[in-house]
């Protein structure tokens, strides 16, 4: 054994070859933490110092190869200076760049996801085999950072700035033919094949057939492109990913700026530059946003994880109602390997559902994410159904039927006369309280909710709501039937709208009230648009129907009549009264019109402007800070209250829940986040400047406590 610690073992295997391998002890995974830089350092000063070593394998005894930085580390790691970034950055490179000069043949066997980090541990060897099922990316963009160990260095003088662009500011996952084709890796095989295969092309090297010195110098050197292409090359690049990225996520573009700087210069003198891009990213909101998301989102899947501990298998699965919802949960389910049986009370119904899955499954072979012949693999675990023949066998239920409390009660009450005792009731309800819905019920401990968003393929949220009587095998099953269908769960607690639509109708109240004091709607929509998310109010009305809207409203009206009841007639109102239910029946606040491709466009309707003067009071030139202000104060306070209430578990949930619930901008964190970024005692002062708007604007006496002692949401 030439080096043996807790993450990293180094022996000799054949013939001088070394191999040195990751396996980083106590966890699932290998990742680059501290001890595994260190260890990484300590390996490779041995492997310098051992005497007659011809090559070296890197390899990994885990079912991924690395999958990156530990993030949980970046939150202490992104709080200290810039400066201390860039000499933590420089201190890491000077290990991957001891291990790009050892002096001899150094080849890297990817044998599972080799992602971040991890994959700039393969890029820092002279050669890459690949296993024919991994992937390989750098996705830290998503993070709101880019590459720090090197990979926007060697990256970029490997396969070239145009492929170095699109893997690094896309942050994409990328399988084992892309990256052959472009020269990310040497050769794809099967992973049993992997180390001989390295073995094999050390063997060449050190017989003179393949030159790893040239190809050392080519990735440590400059870009190999004169002044005006580089310069075509990278503005091209950064014209589009910034009108691909926006204005409110930098890092893909900063990492051109990056590239763009480093071109003309070597590996060591690039690296610098690296780095001190990479400290300006790590310092910024977005990035401190965009991780704490990712440590709020590694929680979710932790508490999910304890639930699937005391779950029920859910091998069979009912869906009732094959409406577009029903369909949608039917396709989804059958997607990820559950069977489903999808009933309704006629024939029509059956006919949607197996037409809007259809669909999906057409749109994923059209873009190359699926075979024809696993289609039919998918909808032969559909089974339409008009009867309750098969219902005995179901572990779980799905209902999504109407959004009407008399009509689910009799459906779910007919239901449980058809299922076994020990079948979980689920209600895909948006508003109705699962305990009313539960009153009818022999056994309300095996019921709770399970609100999926439409589109149901897209959302990645599923609110599980747990009733005052709802077992908690009731929701482990249900959470673990979520996952099992690729979404992510959160388990919520009974109220009117639950977390998702009691924070969004307060949000609603705020944009009403604005067209009602003279703000125009388009406005609005841009102004809310511009301020991250990616669909104004009025559009997202139009998007839900205005049906449900109004319907959903009145929910929340009775629930909270103090601060959600509205007086007199609202824009909703007048919608509705119109028949104007948005995209549904092509117009609501705008019309909707089929472009070339026959996707549905919104086009400006005066008509709008004409049937909203009655409700309009005056004309008003709102600033963007007054609009911003009255539609993220009740929304923001809601979630508070939630939060109080006991509605959600603690502020992780709440924030999740809304990023992957109603689209809150990712970049700004959450509703709490954003408030924490704000200053709890500057929220509160805020709020107390819209005081006269009425409850909705209100801070709660606790968070005026905070806002006194300076607590914040997180840390």
């Known amino acids: 054994m030439i080096y043996e610690g807790k993450a990293i073992t180094v022996k000799e295997i054949e013939g001088g070859i070394a191999q040195l391998n990751f396996d980083l002890q106590g966890e699932s995974v290998n990742k680059f933490n501290r001890l595994t830089i260190e260890e990484l350092r300590a390996a490779t000063d041995k492997l310098e110092a051992q005497k007659g070593l011809k090559g070296l394998v890197v390899t990994s005894s885990k079912d991924s190869f690395i999958v990156g930085a530990d993030i949980t580390e970046f939150t202490d790691l992104f709080a200290g200076p810039e400066e201390d970034l860039v000499a933590n950055n420089l201190q890491a490179n000077e290990v991957f760049s001891a291990i790009e000069d050892l002096p001899f043949p150094t080849v890297t066997a990817i044998n599972g996801m080799a992602l971040g980090g991890g994959f700039e541990m393969c890029l820092a060897t002279d050669y890459r085999v690949m296993d024919i099922k991994a992937k390989v990316g750098l996705p830290e963009v998503k993070l709101g950072i880019f590459p720090g160990f090197g990979g926007t260095v060697r990256l970029s003088r ?57 190809r050392r110098e080519e990735k440590k050197g400059k870009i190999k492109l004169n002044a005006m292409e580089s310069m075509m090359a990278f503005e091209i690049s950064k014209a589009y990913v910034a009108g691909q990225a926006g204005k409110n996520y930098p890092a893909p573009v900063e990492a051109i700026k990056v590239m763009q700087k480093h071109a003309g210069l070597t590996r060591d003198k690039a690296i610098e530059v690296e780095a001190k891009g990479f400290a300006k990213m790590a310092k910024t909101n977005v990035a401190a946003c965009l991780v704490g998301l990712f440590l709020n989102d590694q929680e979710l899947k932790k508490k999910a994880k304890a639930w699937e501990k005391e779950a029920n298998d859910v091998k069979l699965a009912a869906v009732l109602g094959a409406g577009i919802m029903g369909g949608g949960v039917a396709f989804q389910s059958a997607l990820k390997g559950t069977p489903i049986i999808m009933k309704d009370i006629n024939q029509d119904g059956i006919a949607l559902g197996l037409k809007e899955a259809k669909k999906l499954l057409t749109k994923r072979i059209d873009k190359g994410k699926m075979k024809p ?18 219902f005995k066998n179901v572990d779980l239920v799905v209902e999504a039927v109407v959004e009407n409390a008399k009509v689910k009660d009799a459906v779910l009450r007919e239901t449980e006369e058809s299922v076994r005792e020990d079948t979980i009731l689920t209600s895909n309800t948006s508003t109705i309280s699962i305990n009313k819905l539960a009153a009818n019920l022999k056994r309300p401990e095996n019921f709770c909710g399970m609100h999926f968003f439409n589109p149901v393929h897209m959302m990645p ?39 998702v639509n009691r924070v969004l109708f307060p949000y609603f109240g705020g944009f009403v009230n604005l067209v009602r004091d003279g703000a125009d709607f388009q406005h609005v929509d841009k102004v809310m648009e511009k301020f991250g998310w990616p669909m104004g109010p009025a559009y997202l009305l139009d998007v839900v129907g205005m049906d449900t809207g109004k319907h959903a409203n009145e929910v929340m ?65 709102f600033s963007d800070e007054d609009i911003i202000a009255r539609m993220m104060l009740p929304l923001c306070l809601e979630t508070v209250r939630c939060l109080e209430d006991g ?57 005026r406590e905070m806002a006194k002692t300076g607590e914040k949401f997180f840390g």
């Open 373 to 390: 012949d696993q289609m039919a693999d998918v909808l032969n675990n559909i089974t339409p159904t008009l009867n309750y023949g098969d």
């Open 557 to 621: 009206a009775e629930g909270f009549p103090d601060r959600m009841k509205q007086e007199g007639t609202t824009a909703i109102d007048v919608m509705f009264e119109n028949n104007r239910y948005g995209q549904k029946n092509d117009k609501g606040f705008y019309k909707y019109e089929l472009d070339r491709k026959g996707k549905q466009k919104k086009v400006v309707d005066e008509e709008t402007y004409k049937l909203l003067e009655p409700v309009v009071q005056g004309k008003n030139d």
């Open 461 to 499: 949220l599923v609110e599980v709501i747990r009733g005052e009587k709802t077992s908690d095998k009731a929701i482990a099953t249900t959470v673990a039937y979520a996952k099992a269908m690729g979404k992510t769960p959160i388990v919520v607690n009974d109220c009117p709208g639950f977390l």
């Open 647 to 703: 509605i959600v578990e603690d502020p992780a949930d709440a924030d999740m829940g809304l990023v992957y619930g109603i689209g809150f901008p990712p970049f700004r964190g959450g509703a709490l986040r954003y408030i924490d970024d704000m200053g709890v005692d500057k929220f509160v002062e805020l709020a107390d400047k819209f005081a006269d708007l009425g409850p909705l604007y209100h801070p709660t006496e606790k968070l």
């Open 158 to 214: 490997l396969v070239g700035v145009d492929y170095a662009v699109e893997w690094i500011c896309g942050g994409t996952e990328n399988r084992a033919d892309k990256a052959l084709k472009i020269g990310a890796v040497d050769a794809v095989l099967e992973g049993e094949k992997l180390v001989e295969a390295a073995i094999g092309i050390i063997n060449q090297c050190n017989d003179g057939k393949l030159d790893y010195q040239a």
